[in-house]
């Protein structure tokens, strides 16, 4: 046994260590409390309290933390680059290089209930972080991987370690989520687990004790059975992303957990992406093609497109209304027609509306567009999101009519605006051209070409006549 003192001290030790293998291996700290690994998970549009934890450091050895936070995971393979790791053991075993085909570590912590309820049968080794919320918008999320040592020697072999994001609170469609499990498999209703979600069990002997099939939902599953791989854990899930769809402004309670099952000898962990537990609104970002990045689009020649992007994407068919669609440039008149309505098939994110300005050879300064789209704030109210186009005259060059002069006398044409570079028929440059005969066929022409990479040209006709012949008069 440990006395008070010296728990102290290995929590002061370990709080302050980083454990780090190799370059491209996963790194891992211990020691932080919940309320700094809630805060490592915490992203944009949710208010969190009343946060409590069970299980993160083992009943009987305090050098054994259950939970920590991960960094280099991309370069690891997990897909996540840094967050927080809840396991079902020791939260630095899930460090490479993967060179024990079953890791793992009682911690003598007890189980879980609901956790328990999901896979039927009693769970060990729990760790769990719960805590309550308020979300700004009416979408939440948060995207993680689920990874273990029981992949692919017990797929469907009766030991199945569980985890799950359980929410409770109002359901905008009606009723209250309780304790509804928000990790499931993409597309469907099924809980992701061991048993779910596979490449089969390792049963007819396969090399590197890889799955031989069947596939079960295996599109989002890594196997990590591979000896001197950069994470211990034998397989794991891509990256998936837990969604539940809300009612802003009004509390709500979730519950992250993880535990063995059937037996506490393999651990499993579920790696959280850090910054991504969120509750955005919808954004609204022009995009102009106009060259050089100039934050505007000019009339007949380039365009903006208006990108909006859900914070989600969702299981069904959406819609976006705009509030109103205004600004000096009229809708239909100036550009091109849009809707005050977007519409978002199932499991689409962003929807591109392409704003064309009309050219209506007329000068009359820069217009703009406004676009206005409510968005709650802060609980206390709604702010009229407002995102403004631009559009630019485009002027067009000019060198004037078709001309006639008398033959030995010169004429200068002049393009007037000033250009980012002149082309003569000639093939001369500059702002002006002056004739020295009749060029071909007669004509004059000059091709320009903008700042903004918008080009245009204009011709005339010049006709030369000849001096008229004077007879002198003869005084006989």
């Known amino acids: 046994m440990f006395s008070v003192f010296q728990r102290m001290v290995l929590v002061f030790i370990l709080s302050t260590t980083i454990v780090q293998v190799g370059r491209g291996q996963l790194q891992v700290t211990t020691g932080h409390g919940a309320e700094e690994l809630l805060q490592m998970l915490l992203g944009q549009g949710v208010v969190v309290s009343n946060v409590t934890s069970v299980g993160l450091i083992a009943t009987e050895n305090p050098e054994v933390w259950q939970a920590g936070k991960f960094f280099n995971g991309i370069v690891a393979g997990i897909g996540i680059d840094s967050g927080l790791l809840l396991t079902s053991g020791d939260a630095l075993l899930a460090i490479g290089p993967n060179n024990n085909g079953g890791d793992g570590i009682p911690t003598l912590n007890g189980g879980d209930l609901d956790l328990g309820a999901i896979i039927g049968t009693i769970t060990e080794d729990a760790c769990i972080l719960e805590f309550d919320f308020v979300p700004m918008y009416d979408t939440i999320a948060f995207r993680y991987s689920f990874a273990s040592e029981e992949y692919n020697d017990f797929v469907n072999g009766g030991v199945n370690d569980v985890f799950a994001f359980f929410i409770t609170g109002p359901n905008p469609s009606g009723g209250t989520y309780d304790k509804f499990n928000i990790a499931i498999i993409p597309k469907t209703s099924v809980p992701v687990s061991i048993n779910t979600l596979n490449n089969g069990n390792n049963s007819a002997g396969s090399p590197n004790c890889r799955g031989n099939g069947p596939c079960e939902y295996c599109q989002y599953y890594v196997d990590n059975c591979i000896y001197g791989s950069p994470i211990e854990y034998d397989g794991y899930t891509t990256v998936l992303t837990a969604m539940a769809v809300v009612v802003p402004c009004q509390s709500y309670h979730l519950k992250i957990a993880i535990a063995d ?116 704030v802060g609980c206390a109210g709604v702010n009229l999101q407002r995102t403004e186009i631009l559009l630019h005259d485009f002027i067009p060059v000019e060198i004037g009519s078709d001309t006639a002069v008398c033959e030995g006398t010169q004429v200068t044409f002049n393009v007037g605006e000033v250009y980012k570079s002149y082309t003569w028929h000639d093939g001369t440059h500059g702002q002006t051209w002056t004739s020295s005969g009749l060029p071909p066929g007669g004509q004059v022409s000059i091709a320009v070409e903008d700042s903004w990479g918008c080009t245009s040209s204009d011709t005339l006709q010049l006709t030369v006549h000849e001096r008229p012949v004077v007879n002198p008069i003869r005084h006989d």
């Open 261 to 376: 099952g059937g037996d506490e000898v393999y651990d499993s962990g579920v790696f959280l992406e850090a910054g991504s537990f969120s509750s955005p609104g919808v954004a609204l970002e022009p995009v102009y093609s106009t060259p050089g990045g100039a934050p505007f689009a000019v009339e007949g020649c380039t365009q903006a497109d208006l990108k909006v992007t859900l914070p989600f994407a969702l299981p069904a068919t959406s819609w976006v209304v705009f509030d109103s669609i205004t600004g000096s440039a009229t809708n239909g008149v100036d550009y091109n027609l849009i809707n005050d309505s977007v519409m978002f098939l199932p499991n689409q994110l962003t929807v591109t509306i392409p704003i064309i300005p009309v050219y209506d050879a007329q000068t009359e300064g820069d217009e703009n567009i406004y676009i206005y789209l409510s968005n709650q």
